[in-house]
């Protein structure tokens, strides 16, 4: 296997993860709130499409 697949998982980073804090920082500007919404990453990240004008539900 490749040492470098499965890096960024190894460290506990995925990209739901990644997004999820991306976002979270844009919206809130809290280390809190970024940290916390990376942790629940797939879910906040669709709850914002579905949650958002212009989202996933127009």
Do not use: C, E, Q
């Amino acid at each position: 296997m490749n040492d470098h697949r499965g890096t960024a998982a190894k460290a506990g980073i995925s990209l739901g993860s990644a997004i999820a804090v991306a976002i979270s920082w844009s919206l809130n500007k809290s280390i809190f709130w970024a940290i916390l919404h990376g942790v629940f990453s797939w879910f906040y990240v669709i709850f914002y499409a579905f949650t958002r004008p212009g989202g996933l539900m127009g």
